[in-house]
């Protein structure tokens, strides 16, 4: 089933639209997530780059390496400055679309936290939820 997810920044300058039915939310609790967001952790849901549209407007990038040794690219709002998702250099297939700027998140449910090393201490553990301290296995492939 394909579903249509909407959402923007802050002032709206930046719409997108996503064409997949959304899985569950990840929480990264890395310090680059952290201060990016200005939160304990960047809670996202991850789908395929080629189901997410950009709507109106063009985000700014910032691309860094980050703890896992990956390149991850960044993507705001230019005026003001809300972080929509990010792209990892070598798994260009997908994107992590920040959960927040969703316009209709009900039904959607937190299940990783990932990056827990690094987490906060005023953010209580979750015991519903799979942690991994570092980033989340990659699958193995078929």
Known sequence: MTEKLTGS???GAVTYEIHQKPGAILACHCTDCQKASGAAASHNLVVETDNVAITKGTPRTFAKVVDSGRTLTRFFCGDCGS???SRRKEMPEMTVVKAGTLDDKRGLKHTV???TASATGWIPDDPGTEHFE???PVPPKP
Do not use: A, E, S
């Open 9 to 11: 920044c802050l002032c």
């Open 83 to 85: 972080p929509l998702f």
């Open 134 to 136: 570092h980033g989340r």
């Open 113 to 115: 936290d990932i990056w």
